[in-house]
């Protein structure tokens, strides 16, 4: 039987050195006594690709993670369709682990008073989120959320939506400790939402979602419930792994047990808080126990696929044992597809990924060119990364701005990353880059595309457009310059360096008299029917009867007057009729008598996403 296994090692278990009690550490036996699927997920797609995306556990649910080096002398998998074994010779089947496909997690971490009271417990839990985001795969996505008040214009935030860039990530969580925070009464059923709320609305069966939380299982203060979370969380197919913290009553336990139990996912209970930091390696491992298997089917019909995996002499049971519908996935195995991650902007520069989704045959280049006058650089995603084409040459440029790769034949019917882009010098909001995919160097009607024959043109090559950072969008003035497609009116508002809310930048209002107003826009395109985020940190400093007012579309959201120090504020708005334009207003008034204070405003790191 002819399998060939690309096992990067997933998202690695990884050692604390303070804080830790070896002895108390979940075991992970080398030699499991029984060997389970779990969370098994069917993400069969065109062409003809059956597809299953679990997880491996041995007998105490513990994650089983097989090492690379064992997959080919000590794993023996089986794959029957109708009681009978494929056809090895002429359809390879893969195992991968999560490395090699599509991961997203959401970090909820707990900044409240009983977080803070406990020793070291911030602390230890800023240790263990950096271990873990600084471990997670290169390709997979992190965002993180934070919740530390119940009060409603201060309360819980988005520290960083969902990027590949881990150093950005840990920035954003060192630059909230730094700035500090009000640790107040929890609010950690609505914060758990809104992590749940970054993840798409339809869930990609190739993907895996995860939501990992901390919480002592009170909460007193959120409009949410978990009941509402469960349901949330199932409808987006997202796992959440939680780690109870402290002791904690029987009945908050069984709460949080239960939000993991009907996800997908796990929880684990911390009551040391020494121990926290092992959680978080547990929940890495649980993340790092998740294989995807597949193959091409020849089947046009309805049949039965039986697929038992054996480790060490444990096999696994029950089996994978389902209906498949061949004829709804059958497709023209020649088509390879191609998909690129969803790109996040940080300080100027994209970063993305390129996935084939289906290799043909014969697959030995890849051609292809970014119209842009923006610098790109393209590198081979590394195998233990999940890349296919880590013994590749490494792309270069040619005279016809294309960007070129060869190597050794890619197996049939593969799927994997391929390469790493980053593009540099980005300004613009809403960027769109045309690619071009040359299929001229294939031959006996083999080409790539990304699944619609209309961006096929005549000459056989694939013309698509890569949108870039257009669901978010973020302003922190670090510049020094007011950024492009911002409006101010007369009495201007202006970067300055002497009162900043994070980094070296903000933009203050205008100097204005008695009656007169200095304003700030900026306009938007968004997609029909969109609910939007919009997060911003204000100061204020005048009379009680001078004002700072935000508007969206016209409508007055909030203001603000008197004495009011650095607050981060943030809102959610869903615009009237189909979408189009959004229209972020921010405008300091003054009134005909008296003044006070420095007589102005204060705007800094801005964030709108959708």
Known sequence: MKIRYFLGIVLLVFIFS?????????????????????NVQAAHEIPSKVQFIFSLRDKEDHAVIIPQAQFDEDVEVKILEDGQQIDYAESHGFIH????????????????????????????????????????GETHRIAVIEFHDNDPSDNYSLLQEFTTNKSAAVAAIEDFVDQGAYNGFSVCWDAVSMGIQQFP?????????????????????????????IQNAKDRNIRIFNIGVGGIEPARESTLQNIS???????????????????????MDDLGGNYKISYITPKQVEFTVDISLTYNGNTTYPHINQRVDGDSIAGN??????????????????????????????????????????????????????????????????????FISTGNELEFGDFGNLFKVTIDNITEFGL????????????????????????????????????IGVTSYAEDFEDGAMPAGWLTGDSAWFIVTDTVYQGGYSVRSGDISDNEESYLEKTFRIP????????????????????????????????????????????????????????????FEKDEVQSSGEDCAWIDDIHVSW
Not at 440 to 460: A, K, L, Q, R, T
């Open 18 to 38: 303070v804080g830790c009690d070896t002895d108390s550490k979940i075991a992970r036996p080398p030699n499991p006594s029984e060997l389970n699927f779990k």
């Open 97 to 136: 682990t999560a490395q090699n496909f599509d991961m997203s997690v959401v970090l909820v971490l707990d900044f409240t008073e009983s977080m803070a009271n406990a020793e070291n417990g911030i602390e230890t839990m800023i240790n263990g989120a950096k271990s873990l985001i600084n471990n997670m």
């Open 201 to 229: 609305a339809e869930s990609d069966p190739n993907s895996i979602g995860a939501l990992i939380f901390l919480s002592d299982g009170f909460d007193n203060s959120s409009s949410a419930t978990p009941a509402q979370v």
């Open 261 to 283: 139990n009907q996800t997908g996912g796990n929880y684990y209970g911390a009551e040391q808080i020494e121990f926290l930091e092992e959680k978080f390696e547990n929940i």
């Open 333 to 402: 195995h020649k088509l390879g597809l191609i998909s690129f991650t969803e790109s996040s902007v940080t300080g100027g520069s994209a970063e993305f990924f390129i996935r084939a989704e289906h290799v043909p045959r014969d697959i030995t280049t890849f051609r292809f060119r970014f119209d842009t006058g923006k610098s790109v650089d393209v590198d081979l995603v590394p195998g233990y990364d999940g890349g296919l084409l880590g013994s590749w040459t490494t792309p270069v440029m040619d005279n016809e701005n294309f």
């Open 432 to 467: 769109e880059i045309p690619f071009t995919m040359d299929n001229s160097v294939y031959e006996y009607g083999v080409y790539f595309y990304g699944g619609d024959e209309d961006e096929i043109d005549g000459d056989g090559n694939w013309n698509t457009v890569i949108p």
């Open 528 to 587: 029909e029917d969109t609910l939007v985020n919009v997060s911003f940190a204000r100061k204020v400093s005048s009379e009680s009867n001078d004002y700072l007012r935000f508007y969206i579309d016209g409508q007055l959201i909030s203001n603000w007057s008197g004495e009011r120090d650095w607050r981060d504020v943030e809102y959610d708005y869903r615009p009237d009729g189909t979408g189009g334009e959004l229209v972020l207003r921010w405008v």
